[in-house]
């Protein structure tokens, strides 16, 4: 695809754009941007910060991608913004830079960000992830692969979402929710595996089957965290990819889960 930049475009000295980037009227683009190939920023788009982006993403109008961090700890620099390849940003989306310039917000490959859709300082999004409209993370935020999140859900500060999940619209994340599991509500709680998910995923019925059995011992044994660790461990499909997957998310949850 051919550059095209538009004559009312901002594009600050310093800015790096690959000559097959686009930009539309009015966008603005910061000095210390970097821009991949056959990426298009819409009219009224911004990019800024120290910012990186990947090959074909795409930023709609009004979305302010790098922009400084609200962690009132903030005290200057050029903290930075990872981006990688074949994300959307839709209108309105916010995006913002670490606080400090030790830490970093990173964003992975193959991302949907709807309209609105917000991502705090030093949060880590994975691969193939979904944030529905309104959807929140707030700082430090770590969000694993081919995770949907509904519409007006907001997550804590420093929760993690396992890889697969699936966040209700509206709920209220305060913990940590394990891998292939439906959170909902507020608070949210965790009330299902996620079973279309994991088979539009590829994952087999032993998987669901296995997933589903994590789920009983986890929320329906009546056992606590540490007991319902125990006895997973001692299954005899305890290492099994999907078992194990879970155990370690739990292990080194820092929150509690949901």
């Given amino acids: 695809m051919a550059a095209f930049i538009h004559p009312t475009a901002i594009i600050e000295k310093g800015a790096q754009l690959d000559t097959s980037v686009s930009v539309g009227p009015y966008a603005y683009i910061g000095p210390k941007v970097r821009i991949g190939p056959s990426t298009v920023v819409h009219h009224h788009?911004?990019?800024?910060?120290?910012?990186?982006?990947?090959?074909?993403?795409?930023?709609?109008?009004?979305?302010?991608i790098g922009g400084k961090s609200q962690d009132l700890k903030f005290a200057g620099g050029h903290p930075p913004l990872k981006i990688g390849d074949r994300n959307i940003f839709r209108e309105f989306c916010t995006v913002h830079?670490?606080?400090t310039e030790a830490g970093c917000t990173i964003v992975g490959h193959d991302n949907f960000f709807l309209a609105y859709a917000h991502i705090a300082h030093e949060c880590t999004v994975g691969n193939h992830v979904v944030m529905s409209n309104n959807a929140t993370l707030a700082g430090h935020v770590e969000i694993e692969d081919h995770v949907i999140i509904g519409g007006l859900t907001a997550i804590h500060?420093?929760?993690?979402?396992?890889?697969h999940a699936f966040l209700g619209g509206c709920a209220k994340v305060v913990q940590d929710v394990p891998p292939f599991m439906i959170a909902d509500g507020n608070p949210a709680k965790v009330r299902a595996v996620n079973k279309i998910g994991m088979e539009r995923n590829g994952y087999s019925e032993e998987d669901v089957r296995q997933a589903r059995s994590v789920?009983?011992?986890?929320?329906?044994s009546g056992l606590n965290r540490t007991q319902a660790l125990q006895k997973l461990s001692s299954e005899e499909e305890a290492d099994s990819a999907i078992v194990k997957k879970i155990i370690e998310f739990i292990q080194t949850s820092q929150r509690g889960l949901a």
Avoid: D, H, M
């Fill in 45 to 64: 788009a911004t990019v800024e910060g120290n910012s990186s982006l990947g090959r074909e993403c795409e930023i709609f109008p009004y979305a302010l």
């Fill in 97 to 99: 830079a670490a606080t």
């Fill in 157 to 163: 500060q420093f929760s993690r979402i396992g890889r």
């Fill in 215 to 220: 789920f009983k011992w986890l929320y329906r």
